[in-house]
């Protein structure tokens, strides 16, 4: 079945600093790929999507490309701030359902 | 635009007790949700509405879990009677469609904890 494969947490970076958190998935067929985020005290909420293999999905300064070819969407973000700290899911939709990853808890230390 | 709500936001209760919960989701929107998040786990399906009707419940344990959507908007869903096993967070998500590219909302989440 359809399983998603997250960078294992917790992760912690100095404010500015470059981030990257990985995510590959396995899946029949061409799932739709996401990326949620969970702030403390909140829902989960969509931060970025790609629909197709070589889509960029971007949203508050965050990145993730769709590669097909290594099976991945990594997350980035070239400067992170305090306010980024939370945990983030990756996910990937196929057959009506979506499959998340375990999450990766990021802190980012002023 | 109002999300989606849960409520309680907590509940505690002794095992063997029921407990119900209960969302409404975001006005318009025919795919209603119930996940089941563990600590350090990311969310997993539990049952799919779309409109009143149960579209996949193969992760429901019917044992003990029943929910329901009657009308098509808000859904409640229970535990009679509750384990330990069952202390997790139950998140309660819509969409305006199940297609994969109709993004999810979710509420906030129910709490629960079971001694």
């Known amino acids: 079945g359809d399983s998603v494969t997250q960078m294992e947490g917790p992760v912690t970076l100095s404010e500015e600093a470059f981030l990257t958190i990985n995510c590959t998935y396995t899946a029949t067929g061409y799932p739709s790929l996401f990326w949620y985020v969970q702030y403390p005290g909140e829902g989960l909420q969509l931060l970025l999507k790609?629909?197709?293999?070589?889509d960029k999905g971007s949203n508050k300064g965050f990145e993730a490309t769709y590669r097909k070819e290594t099976t991945s969407f990594h997350l980035e973000k070239g400067s992170v701030q305090v306010s980024d700290s939370a945990v983030y899911f990756c996910a990937l939709s196929g057959n009506e359902k979506l499959t998340f990853g375990t999450g990766t808890r990021l802190t980012i230390i002023p | 635009e109002a999300g989606v709500v849960q409520s309680p936001r907590y509940k505690i209760i002794e095992k063997k007790q029921p407990v119900a919960f209960w969302c409404n989701p975001i006005s318009g929107h025919n795919t209603l949700y119930w996940y089941l998040q563990n600590l350090g786990q990311g969310p997993e399906l539990l049952i799919r509405y779309e409109n009143e009707e149960a579209v996949d419940d193969s992760q429901l344990p019917k044992d003990r879990f029943s929910a329901e959507r009657l009308k098509g908007v808000d859904s409640t869903l229970k535990i009679q009677p509750a384990e330990l096993g069952d202390s997790a967070v139950y998140l309660c998500?819509?969409?305006?469609?199940?297609?994969?590219?109709?993004?999810?909302?979710f509420g906030n989440g129910t709490r629960l904890t079971v001694t």
């Open positions: 998500a819509s969409s305006l469609d199940a297609g994969t590219n109709s993004p999810l909302h």
């Open positions: 790609a629909t197709k293999a070589d």
